[in-house]
């Protein structure tokens, strides 16, 4: 009897185990990317946060980090993807290119269009590059630099922030006749500076001087490229004239960022640009440490008016220059879709942009304050461009910058050239930065405009004018 029992309970144990499922492991998703390694515990946090997110959604991943440096990640990334070793889902900050050649890179434009919360959270120019390069992903504002003022400053000088081309003439010149920095010597301060070329100042003026575009129509209807027009010379010829009037910093061209920087903090120059809003906040923080006397804050400066218009220089929209891409090889291109499409909701922006909570916030009922942390943390996915955080840590101006970026979006008409015009483009970007150059440090003179119009044709120049024909005339 009990023999047949235990026998009986046995069988009934068997089948019960035969008939309830076994939890079904995990779906592995290898991810490389700059700067985000298994040895640096908020990175692997915050990876692991994530996965239970998804998971409390009813997708289960294991998100395994493949180790790159940092240093040379470009070429090492290369190195490992050729060995055949290809993750799902990768994070390319050059090199891209090659690789979307050899077809291992997936068209994202379906998988977007499939995932409501990636979608709404593209910026304009997002939008625009995926339909030239559909196979790579930055959902960043673009870097358009803008210029501030520190606001104490501004207050001193008594005037209204300038509007026009001509009211940012007058607006330099206060400031360099003014003795802001109090210390008795009017004249010594530069009204604006940039590092190593002019792109900072093109960054606002370009449109008012009616540059429109890199290329652009000249007077026979042809096009070409807009650093050989009138409109280019016309802005180059009013440089040249701030720099003579010691508007702007002639020593532009060997300074570098932090020496830039240096003579904004020490009250040398009273105008910098910085490329996003959060630049424009380091710069804040970097001026409030150098003065801790004084409860500095920044001023943003508007975009000008001008002869040809106005807005933000055009956004190149040929492709991203860095971003994630899925693998063709990936056997988890839906899984790593619902990864990307959960990053830029919500719940996965309020993980990815806010930090953790205790650490980078804390939360009091329904209140959100930063801390001091949330100045080195930054998200490693996504910065959506519809994502309100709880509590803004960002300066007004830094605000007021991302606005612009919007508010003066453009999209430019640049392409992405054939290798084999990589010689002609080095060469004739080097004639155009040694010219601007010499313009406006006074070593040469406007009139001999011609003479680098010529120099710059010489140097490959009309055979890219002729190739861009054939792309722009299509």
């Not at 206060?174 to 190593?196: K, Q, R, S, Y």
């Not at 720099?243 to 009250?267: C, I, N």
């Not at 499409?341 to 309020?350: K, L, V």
Request: proline share 6%; glycine share 8%; hydrophobic share 40%.
């Amino acid at each position: 009897m009990l023999k047949s029992l235990l026998l009986t309970t046995t069988a009934l144990a068997l089948s019960l185990s035969l008939a309830v499922p076994a939890f079904a492991d995990p779906t592995v998703i290898r991810l490389v990317s700059k700067d985000l390694l298994s040895t640096n515990p908020p990175d692997v946090a915050h990876i692991e946060r994530i996965e239970a997110a998804l998971k409390a959604q009813g997708t289960d991943l294991d998100i395994q980090i493949v180790d790159l440096p940092s240093s040379g990640y470009a070429d090492a990334l290369g190195v490992m993807l050729l060995s055949g070793d290809i993750p799902d889902l990768i994070y390319f900050q050059g090199g891209d290119t090659k690789m979307a050649d050899q077809g291992i890179l997936e068209d994202l434009n379906p998988w977007i269009e499939k995932s409501p919360n990636l979608k709404a959270a593209l910026w304009p120019h997002n939008t625009e590059r995926l339909k030239n390069y559909p196979y790579l992903l930055y959902v960043y504002p673009p870097r358009a630099p803008q210029p501030v003022i520190r606001k104490d400053w501004l207050d001193k000088l008594g005037i209204a922030p300038p509007q026009t081309v001509d009211e940012y003439e007058a607006f330099f010149k206060a400031i360099h006749d003014a003795d802001l920095d109090g210390d008795g010597t009017p004249g010594n301060t530069f009204g604006v500076t940039t590092a190593d070329n002019t792109n900072e100042l093109d960054s606002i003026f370009n449109q008012a001087f009616g540059i429109t575009g890199t290329w652009m129509k000249d007077a026979g209807g042809e096009w070409v490229s807009s650093r050989i027009t009138d409109q280019e010379k016309a802005k180059i010829t009013w440089y040249a004239k701030l720099a003579a009037e010691g508007l702007y910093d002639k020593e532009y061209v060997t300074s570098k960022f932090d020496v830039k920087e240096d003579k904004f903090y020490t009250g040398k120059a009273g105008v910098i640009f910085g490329s996003s809003a959060e630049v424009i906040d380091i710069y804040g923080g970097k001026m409030r440490q150098a003065h801790p006397e004084t409860p500095i804050e920044l001023a943003l400066l508007p975009i000008p008016k001008g002869p040809g218009g106005q807005g933000l220089a055009a956004t190149d929209v040929s492709k991203e220059s860095r971003g994630f891409a899925i693998a063709t090889t990936s056997q988890h291109k839906e899984e790593v879709a619902k990864l990307l499409d959960f990053m830029a909701s919500p719940e996965g922006q309020m993980l990815d942009r806010m930090g953790f909570e205790g650490e980078e916030y804390t939360k009091s009922g329904d209140t959100y304050t930063v801390t001091d942390k949330m100045s080195t943390w930054y998200a490693r996915f996504f910065a959506a461009a519809n994502f309100v955080p709880p509590v803004e840590w960002k300066s007004a101006a830094a605000q007021e910058s991302l606005k612009n970026i919007t508010t003066w979006f453009k999209p430019d008409n640049a392409f992405v050239w054939p290798a084999d015009y990589a010689a002609d483009l080095d060469a004739t970007e080097n004639v155009y930065r040694a010219w601007v150059y010499k313009f406006i440090s006074g070593e040469a003179s406007m009139d001999q405009w011609d003479a680098f119009v010529a120099e710059w044709k010489a140097a490959g120049g009309d055979r890219l004018n002729e190739y861009a024909r054939t792309k722009l005339n299509g």
